[in-house]
């Protein structure tokens, strides 16, 4: 069957701009997969390190509590930073940018759902930068997710450790009169 029309044109398969929608979404789906992959292993990655150092945070300082949370935290941005650099490497492969540098930003303006639209793609992969934004919004939720859970952990431990401090003092001092 050979349709033409102003928007399609073709012969027995698949109109052309369907073609090219099935390609984004193919890539785009592998791409997310990666990214998942990568997500869980920097996630995994950082709760063992907050894991390795929950028992410092009875009786810490404030400032070692900051520090583990901080090490936390770079640890799940770092991991948002390796699915932006992998999504860049996916344009520039396409032949989007010339420049990994500005493949590398406009990725991450997608990611994290900025839209600044001072760069665009061209229409062929324009597909890319919505799946890509969906990405961004879910793996920055994760990240989000894990890290409040990780900043409420190291409360309960703070707390739970001044408790058995103060309660120690308390004790010594009845002892002492």
Not at 21 to 43: D, P
Not at 57 to 76: C, Q, R, Y
Not at 163 to 169: D, F, L, M, Q, Y
């Amino acid at each position: 069957m050979l349709c033409t029309g102003r928007h399609i044109a073709y012969a027995g398969g698949l109109p052309n701009g369907l073609s090219h929608m099935l390609l984004n979404l193919s890539l785009g789906v592998a791409i997310m997969a990666l990214c998942l992959g990568l997500q869980i292993a920097l996630l995994t990655r950082a709760l063992m390190y907050y894991a390795h150092r929950a028992r410092q945070l009875d009786n810490a300082s404030f400032l070692t509590t900051m520090g583990i949370l901080s090490g936390v935290m770079l640890l799940l941005v770092f991991g948002n930073l390796a699915q932006v650099a992998l999504w860049a490497l996916l344009f520039q492969l396409l032949g989007e940018f010339e420049k990994y540098a500005t493949a590398f930003y406009f990725s991450a303006v997608n990611f994290a759902t900025l839209g600044y639209g001072d760069i665009v793609m061209s229409e062929r992969w324009r597909l890319l930068g919505p799946l890509q934004a969906m990405n961004g919004v879910l793996m920055i939720g994760v990240s989000t997710a894990a890290f409040m859970n990780t900043l409420r952990d190291a409360v309960k431990h703070s707390a739970q450790g001044r408790s058995v401090h103060e309660a120690g003092t308390i004790a010594r001092v009845v002892d002492s009169a």
